[in-house]
């Protein structure tokens, strides 16, 4: 598994080659996703809860009608015990990030 260690400031630049669909917006990967109608963006929210099950790592995200919104990132970072909130974007945020662009892109 991706580990919760936060991204240093060349791999946080090579985001936008990396993941190019995916928008950085401070500490979050952000993506709209939309689909021909509500059925398909729920099957795409079922199988990205697997995703997110298998990484024990959740989204943020919301759904309306044809389109899912989704931001990515890390709440609690590798070694703290998150009572400080510290967080940030993290290799576990990219793998979390390109296991989704897989789904569309098989």
Avoid: K, Y
């Amino acid at each position: 598994m991706a580990d919760r260690t936060l991204l240093t400031d060349g791999e946080r630049a090579d985001l936008a080659t990396r993941l190019p669909d995916w928008e950085l917006a401070g500490d979050q990967l952000r993506r709209t996703f939309t689909f021909a109608n509500f059925v398909e963006a729920w099957a795409f929210m079922a199988e990205v809860a697997v995703i997110a099950e298998d990484l024990r790592h959740h989204p943020d995200w919301s759904n309306s009608w044809n389109r899912v919104d989704m931001a990515i990132t890390t709440h609690r970072l590798s070694g703290t015990d998150g009572a400080n909130g510290a967080g940030g974007l993290t290799h576990l945020d990219v793998a979390f990030a390109e296991a989704v662009d897989r789904l569309l892109d098989p």
